[in-house]
């Protein structure tokens, strides 16, 4: 079954940093980029960047350059978000889904909480 | 930066009767664009893409239409299961925007 399954909740202070994963099972990870969404609580949608896993070019939204990485492990088929420097505005469920413009499949969601 | 604009914020529909999205965006997205559906506690699911695509395994009550900047999303005949948040995307430039959503409500 095709699939993205990401790891578990994470609490976080502020100026931390958090690290979510998304492993792709029953395709061919190379071939369908790695997008990056996130849902603040209550809110819409908010396209974070995407990543090339053939080649591991990547795109970020500007308003988080310098605060996010987005890798692959190939050898795992597993995707990696990394955000930085956390502030209470980064809460949100963090979704990764499969492809670079629409998005065909999606994980089950992470829930990252940053507090004090 | 394209801006996705929808409307109406919220539609309440009578089950079995048509429900009718929008979707404006701010410059042309010529034809790549898609249509999302989130329920409550859900991740989204992909719905429409191309924009008259349907994804696998979505009803033939779902259907797209649209170029350029103006889209529409049409559900044929609302049913209870369809009440969800519906989300309108671009994938034609950099970065990759969203609208703000719609909420579908059976009246």
């Known amino acids: 079954q095709v699939q993205l399954v990401q790891s578990g909740a994470e609490v976080k202070k502020p100026g931390a940093s958090v690290r979510v994963s998304c492993k792709a099972l029953?395709?061919?990870?190379?071939?369908?980029?790695i997008t990056w969404v996130r849902q603040a609580p209550g809110q819409g949608l908010e396209w974070m960047g995407c990543?090339?896993?053939?080649?591991?070019?990547?795109n970020y939204v500007e308003s988080l350059q310098g605060r996010v990485t987005m890798t692959t492990d190939t050898s795992t088929s597993t995707a990696f978000m990394e955000l930085r420097s956390l502030r209470s505005d980064d809460t949100a469920v963090y979704y990764c889904?499969?492809?670079?413009?629409?998005?065909?499949?999606w994980g089950q969601g992470t829930m990252v909480t940053v507090s004090s | 930066e394209r801006v996705m604009t929808q409307s109406p914020a919220t539609l309440s529909v009578y089950s079995g009767e048509r429900a009718t999205l929008s979707c404006r965006a701010s410059?042309?997205?010529?034809?790549?664009f898609a249509w999302y559906q989130q329920k409550r506690g859900q991740a989204p699911r992909l719905l429409i893409y191309?924009?008259?695509t349907r994804a696998t395994g979505i009803p033939a009550r779902f259907s797209g239409s649209g170029s350029g900047t103006e889209f529409t999303l049409t559900i044929s005949s609302l049913q209870s299961e369809d009440c969800a948040v519906y989300y309108c995307?671009?994938?034609?430039?950099?970065?990759?925007?969203f609208g703000q959503g719609t909420k579908v409500e059976v009246k």
């Open positions: 889904g499969r492809g670079l413009g629409s998005f065909d499949i």
């Open positions: 029953g395709y061919s990870f190379a071939s369908y980029g």
């Open positions: 990543i090339n896993t053939y080649n591991g070019d990547t």
């Open positions: 410059q042309n997205v010529s034809t790549n």
């Open positions: 191309g924009p008259s």
């Open positions: 995307q671009q994938y034609n430039n950099w970065p990759r925007t």
